[in-house]
């Protein structure tokens, strides 16, 4: 046995999201970073690498140089997989390239800059056989499991409502007029593509909702703006939602809501209780039964659903948030990639992290939407 | 100065928001119960008035006789108002006739059966000069008043977004089926009118929005739907709304949201900050500020509006609830009336409450969702 | 039947606790106000009695002339109980007169000004056979109701720990310098008794303690401390009890927790499960069960023990408060009236409400702290 | 620059605490693990640290043999630190052989076994000139650096009370008495010390409240029990105090409050406000201001204190959790490593973590609190 090898692509100094990759894949210690190419400025990726601890050669000043150049290193130094931490238009890209060297791919959300990219990387990923991986990391958390379980067992009965939320109010100013970096690329459509909130928070909002609940959107009608002037993509998307069993739901995701941090939360409501989750409180499952008291289910207490168990790291009172639940699904990966290396199946929980088919999904959502907030008509299909 | 004395219509033995209107009434000491016409059943409306300690010629067995016997009655011991607390369906035929006959009204919601009603009972209002004020009581917390006061001074900029949700489960099982009084009313549209949720419910989240940010809904997409099988009336809606300013909105209302108990509960964001309220916790306005601490706003903590200290009867700390925010709506409604009595203009705090305008919106407004909820049109103005 | 006719001492303009008595009395409709000595002022007694409907004769210069003045008024007119309202040091003289003419009392706590009068005002009453309820208020919570009675039916196993906490921040500065009436009287010896915060919401907390849990206070090791300079009285105290069954437990009380509003709390631990109530979040009560989910219990929800459903009086989510509360002490007392007028016995939960038992129990319960805090002895025995 | 060596003693399979020192070292991916001596059984040493990656010659069957072993090797390879996760009772030997041979040390807390080891490893330390951290990591949380910050900064005025408050329902019966590993050596005076639940935890409360509030416990009345029948330790133990300005106390922590998970929290009042900080929701401190409305600070949220900022890594809303605090500490220790091997002083706030003096203090605290417990006289002095 032996830890497995990340090379990275994006990440370097001042980013965020790159950050919380290498702190989410170092967490459970089975993961080793080997090399990266951090950035487009080849001195800025060496100045990175450097500060990771990696060797001057290990940090590439291409993600292309990166993948040949570990290709040609021997089997038992080279990397296993790519982690991808670029913003939107720069995921397919190595993403696919990855892929056709033989390398496994974990990439950051949602899938690719468009829809006709998101379809020829499936192509891509499902002939070659690598795992790919995708970050939706909020259904990461064990209450999020919980919740899933619980459905899928019947325990909620069926369906009839289903609310989800992700407001945010970082973006309530013309943010992307000064230098913020993060502001700047989301705020962009020639790197963040078609949809500003819906693609960067609406995907994680839907994702969550068709996970959980294990139903999928049939139809949806949006109202998508655009409230702060000079913005050139949506900061704020309602969409009513029904789903395949005929329940009803409503979609929020805003990042206009001031003051709010970064408040995902979904409430299902089933004929024989209801269940609320919130990502900011992320150890406390709701469940709201008719005519008996509200219980408070919580990470590590009682006899929770094994997938729940299985994602849980310390004892309940020992709260674990965004990083841990982002590292399941880097864990997750990682076994499998292990499982393969070893000639045998994944463990049953190891499976369950997000894949290139949430990927498409997502972004046929994100078309979707978008072209229903434009449309006069009310319902679309999807 | 002498007591304000009422008059009610409905509210017999086992009737619940009888029971709260003479709460309400109560509290203050300012208002007296003199007679009544307490059930469509002579006896039962007779036993209902001994147990409120009435003498027994003034339980009258229906709401004309009341009219006209307090009418004979000697100025200084008839009623001065009368208090309707019937099913949708005997709200207009009381309103009109103690107007008619010189009796201020006050009214539980909606306004009344139908649209027709309403207009009509607008014009006789409007033409007698009488006092009219409709129990939407959730605007009589304190906190609504101060989130109000704080729009309309600006301090939370300009509004982008409103969310108003108001989610109870009680209605999950077909309760009708049993025989259940309060549901039994609530679901059949001979006694409710052309909708259910939306009506009972709906009516008081549009009226808590458009008080509180002082704008108006002016278009609407929405989904209406019967979600529990065998039910005649609707138990879930979900609007997107536009305001006159702009602004965004959702309005969600559902009866079939198992273990929520009456969760009504209001979002706004504005440029500057973001409100929240929730009925259920009713003494707390949470202030989000963009860039700087949530503040915790708290009935008698601090230098609060003058109309929210208005409303406010105890310190800081010793809960005040339902009947006290239902008793504001009284107390203002009696001290207008006191003001009359005295040939004096009210006091500025005592017009506050819901009047016939308010509950003619209403009607407007339920009318228009359900007529766009079985729309095939996106957007439909109000 | 009739209603219940009530006289109040003390609680003229500008007094607080006089009008929460009012409310209180008034909420359920079966209590009338008939006269009143609400001010040592003979012309602020009048002016008060007139804003109250009052007419003029039964506006007493003093609770002397009340008592003695409604002794000659004909039995279907006079008052049928005195309510006191008036600061500590005025309890005991009206409180002993009322019951030696045949009069009911209701009074605020503690029961009076000094241990002396608390034995001689229990002798009277006890042999008087009158009705004499104290208003520890809290005790009225229906969730409080219901802590009890799980604990009785030994749902949560026997009890190990009890914290019990009655934090303020309201006296933080040296208020009584200015001319603030609350803060004045509350902090002088003369008026109030030997103990500050110990007196005022130190019994509150003994009262709560012992009434939901059963148990006795045995042996008790105090903290007392005044931490405001200049002040005469004690304005925090943190106390180490052991109870009668050997749990032990932690009472503290502060009107200088800076930033604290009124947050009465108790936290009971038995050996099966904990419960935890909050008097600011009145309608919920915590059950913390060992290896298994809290559960949140709700006033209206499920299947609540009869002594908390027949202390509630509106439906789930509809918040009940300190008023409403408070009416359960009046609405009880006057029952137990009611039934003594009609020569039978009251039903089974219109007997709950404190007694003179309880206010002797709390100022035995001062004096045994304030003595405990000079000591230099750890335990001193109750 | 290059990563820091971690070589560990315990934390073999099973385990609970060893696994969260490798998580915590591992988050920030600055300090790797080279060396373990895992468990006092060697075959379970190298099982361990074959499932750590680690090469089976640096697998130690005692922790002598790992020092000792270490040392052998060159400077490039072998550990810079060793990290102590095991009993109680085998805190001091390691710690003390680790010293001598110029390795720098972090220990789980308390100290050691019992006051006489502690005195002795400090001046071990001492002369030693190495670093040695203590991990008391609830002092790790962005927001305790905050409240921490704002006392220093005089933002709440003087401190006039601080409750401090740990309780678990874990031992709430007799779990030792089944073969879990965690409840039988807490509980055991051979492998814990004198002390149970105030070894335990108790120093955590008293560490929190002392790091926070810059004072110090100078008197204290103690009362300490053991609830579970056949418990060798104490289990429950309030404790009032009096610190060095004068300020009034209490700690209370216990292991048998029933459903309590891991409730760590302080409540500081000030002469301007309070403060409140709850572990189990870790990135929120309430700010209670006399007069103003109470302030939810937030990590992320604002402007907190530097030292707050420096703790935190991910943004607003994006929950840290117990790990991350945790890593906190092994971050700036690590961080104090690293500027030793550069020959340069640390940055401000990488020296910001629990020190040999913090785990004297500890140990002192647990020795006056238990003979506080078994006196009766009322005060003793620290």
Not at 146 to 171: C, F, H, S
Not at 201 to 224: F, P, Q, R, V, W
Request: charged share 25%.
């Amino acid at each position: 046995m032996r830890k497995i090898r990340m090379g990275m692509v994006g990440g370097g100094q001042g980013a965020f999201i790159g950050a919380v990759h290498r702190m989410a894949a170092a967490l459970d210690g089975q993961i080793e970073l080997v090399c990266g190419a951090f950035s487009s400025n080849p001195e800025r990726s060496k100045a990175s690498g450097k500060e990771l601890y990696l060797p001057e050669e290990r940090c590439y000043a291409t993600y292309q140089d990166m993948i040949l150049g570990e290709k040609e290193l021997p089997e038992d130094v080279r990397m296993d997989f790519v982690s991808i931490v670029t913003p939107n238009h720069v995921h397919y890209g190595p993403a696919k390239m990855a892929i056709e060297n033989g390398f496994h791919v974990i990439s950051d959300k949602p899938l690719c800059f468009n829809l006709e990219e998101a379809y020829d990387l499936k192509k891509v990923v499902d002939e070659s056989g690598l795992i790919f991986a995708l970050t939706h990391n909020y259904t990461g958390y064990p209450m999020v499991k919980q919740a899933k379980a619980m459905i899928a067992n019947g325990d909620i009965g069926t369906i009839r409502k289903v609310v989800v939320e992700y407001p945010q109010g970082w973006l309530s100013t013309f943010l992307e007029g000064t230098d913020q970096k993060q502001a700047s690329w989301r705020t962009d459509p020639a790197r963040s593509g078609i949809a500003g909130a819906i693609g960067d928070i609406g995907t994680h909002a839907e994702n969550l909702a068709e996970y959980i609940t294990g139903l999928k959107i049939e139809k949806m009608c949006a109202d998508i703006s655009t409230l702060v002037e000079g913005r050139l993509l949506d900061d704020d998307g309602n969409v009513l939602l029904h789903f395949d069993n005929g329940a009803r739901g409503i979609l929020s995701c805003s990042q206009i809501s001031a003051g709010e941090e970064n408040d995902l939360n979904i409430r299902i409501y089933g004929t024989k209780a209801g269940l609320e989750w919130r990502q900011m409180k992320p150890n406390t499952l709701w469940v709201k039964w008719l005519d008996k008291p509200t219980e408070m289910l919580r990470t590590g207490v009682g006899e929770l659903y094994p997938s729940a168990q299985a994602h849980t790291r310390i004892p309940a009172g020992h709260p674990e948030g965004y990083l841990e639940a982002f590292a399941n699904i880097y864990r997750n990966f990682a076994r499998c990639i292990q499982a393969r290396l070893e000639g045998r199946s994944p463990e049953p929980y190891d499976t369950d992290f997000p894949t290139i088919d949430d990927g498409v999904r997502g972004m046929e959502f994100i078309y979707k939407v978008i072209e229903s907030g434009k449309s006069k008509e009310k319902w679309l299909e999807m």
